[in-house]
């Protein structure tokens, strides 16, 4: 019973305390909350990672930061379009350019033909505009971004992270990595030094820097989520995807940019995200260093990339395909097929083959080949490690050009690909004897340049005037085009086809 009592006389001296401390709260006018400051963040010196060594490091990303903003550059490419219709050339004559608004635009109007219509006089230019991001890789101003950024642009201008300004000259492209050189006119840059891409873990810390959405030197940070995707965005015939996978947000404006490690050392050019909205859903992909060092050491040397083929069709070999095909091993890449002057085939590789390895590299899946591939040219020999029904073999291959044969682009055409975006050859004798012309020079391929954007040839165009002057070789082209402004009429004729065919342009 006394019991009972204490625990009455308790609660009640509790609810009474309570009461009064209620009251003092809501009626005390004068009451002040102290707030408190905190001057530093202890956590982020708390906060490690591991590196190689096993040896515990601060995880610091304001270092890194500091050193890789000023070498990553904002892009702004400028494209101009007449809008207005354009007729297909006709054989004959040039005359039908002569009543096209692009002859007027690039040869002025001394060119006026009564007969033409007084309708649509007000043409005007279109201006179309992109912005992106490039990353200064030496000093004297070379800069690599994505072609996708500066395709087609008639002008293209480069802001430093100091707010400097520069016009760029575009170097050289490579629409089948989606990578572009530009050059500025400055030295003692702050630059990026490459890092092996092949020795990037999944799981390592790595930054995103560019400038998403025009806002300029912008830093995001994630990890390398996967190694050596496939994500089929490039859609040219002899694309290469083999990304680096990050989680670090990568957003439009982001193209071009660059993904470092810890240390500032380039990892990849930041190229494309997944996402269904356009925006930034988890995942981001960027071209690792070790095939944006061979295409930038090409385009520097060439004008363009000399990429060497193997010439097979292959798949991933996956559980369903190895016991479809009834293969000995899941692991390797698939020889589909063989392609015509297959430099694989003519070494001894087969139908049903799967390639383990090159040069001792594993090439577990299709991408990875192809960026084994990509980083050789022409005339490099590779060592293919097969297994064929079981049995492995090592077969030695010397890797083709596109044609089929293994010859590099000539440097001395490196100025004619840069401006034209094309690869030429001269005609042999026999050529020039059965066509029954003085000789000419044969557009072999055309890229994404002023060929592609401003005309309508086509390859194996052969090339016998420009602007009147007589052209029997590469090195004629090359002269008749240096140091050219304004409009340029090319002159040729096409070996299937009847009479010839004239194309404009400017420069």
Same mark, same amino acid.
């Given at each position: ?299 520097? %040397? ?8 193997? +010439?097979?069709? &292959?798949?991933? /070999?996956? @559980?369903?395909?190895? #016991? ?125 340049? %002023? ?8 390859? +194996?165009?052969? &090339?016998?005037? /420009?602007? @009147?002057?007589?052209? #029997? ?35």
């Amino acid at each position: 019973m006394k019991k009972h009592y204490v625990y009455s006389a308790l609660i009640a001296l509790f609810i009474s305390a309570s009461s009064i401390a209620t009251y003092h709260f809501f009626n005390n006018e004068n009451q002040t909350f102290k707030i408190e400051h905190i001057n530093s963040t202890p956590a982020s010196r708390a906060v490690y990672s591991v590196d190689d060594s096993g040896n515990f490091v601060p995880l610091d990303f304001t270092k890194t930061a500091d050193k890789v903003m000023e070498a990553v550059v904002h892009i702004k490419s400028t494209q101009t379009r007449v809008n207005a219709s354009r007729q297909v050339p006709q054989a004959g004559s040039p005359f039908p350019f002569f009543n096209d608004p692009l002859f007027e635009d690039f040869f002025g109007n001394r060119f006026k033909f009564e007969n033409q219509s007084p309708r649509n006089p007000g043409r005007k230019p279109e201006m179309r505009m992109g912005t992106g991001s490039g990353v200064i890789i030496s000093p004297n101003g070379y800069i690599v971004t994505n072609n996708h950024v500066i395709d087609n642009a008639d002008d293209v201008e480069v802001t430093l992270h100091d707010n400097r300004n520069y016009k760029a000259t575009v170097i050289g492209t490579d629409p089948s990595t989606d990578l572009a050189l530009l050059q500025i006119k400055e030295e003692n840059l702050p630059s990026l030094p490459f890092v092996d891409s092949d020795q990037v873990k999944v799981g390592e810390w790595v930054m995103a820097v560019g400038n998403p959405f025009n806002l300029n030197s912008t830093v995001t940070a994630g990890i390398v989520s996967a190694k050596g995707r496939n994500i089929n965005i490039l859609k040219e015939k002899f694309a290469v995807e083999s990304f680096i996978q990050t989680d670090a947000a990568i957003n439009p404006g982001n193209s071009g940019g660059a993904l470092v490690n810890l240390e500032g050392g380039l990892v990849g050019i930041n190229t494309a995200i997944a996402s269904p909205t356009g925006s930034y859903s988890g995942y981001g992909f960027a071209v690792p260093t070790r095939i944006v060092s061979k295409v930038v050491d090409d385009l520097r %040397k060439y004008g363009v990339v000399q990429r060497g083929v193997l +010439g097979v069709m &292959i798949r991933s /070999v996956d @559980g369903n395909l190895k #016991k479809d095909k009834s293969l000995s091993t899941i692991d390797g890449v698939y020889v589909d097929s063989l392609l015509e002057n297959s430099a694989a085939g003519k070494a001894g590789v087969q139908k049903g083959d799967v390639i383990l390895s090159i040069d001792g590299h594993r090439t577990n899946t299709s991408p990875a080949l192809q960026e084994i591939i990509a980083r050789r040219r022409p005339g490099d020999k590779i060592e293919l490690l097969i297994d064929r029904k079981g049995k492995e073999k090592k077969i030695e291959v010397t890797l083709n050009n596109r044609s089929g044969g293994t010859d590099l682009v000539k440097k001395e055409h490196k100025e004619i690909i840069t401006i034209l975006g094309a690869e030429f050859e001269d005609l042999d004798d026999s050529e020039i004897d059965k066509l029954n012309i003085e000789g000419g020079v044969r557009v072999k391929e055309i890229y994404r340049g %002023k060929l592609m954007r401003e005309t309508q040839m086509k390859n +194996g165009f052969i &090339i016998t005037h /420009v602007n @009147g002057r007589k052209i #029997k070789s590469v090195k004629d082209l090359a002269n008749a085009l240096e140091n050219k402004k304004g409009g340029v009429m090319i002159e040729g004729i096409y070996e299937d086809l009847p009479g010839s065919y004239y194309y404009a342009f400017g420069i």
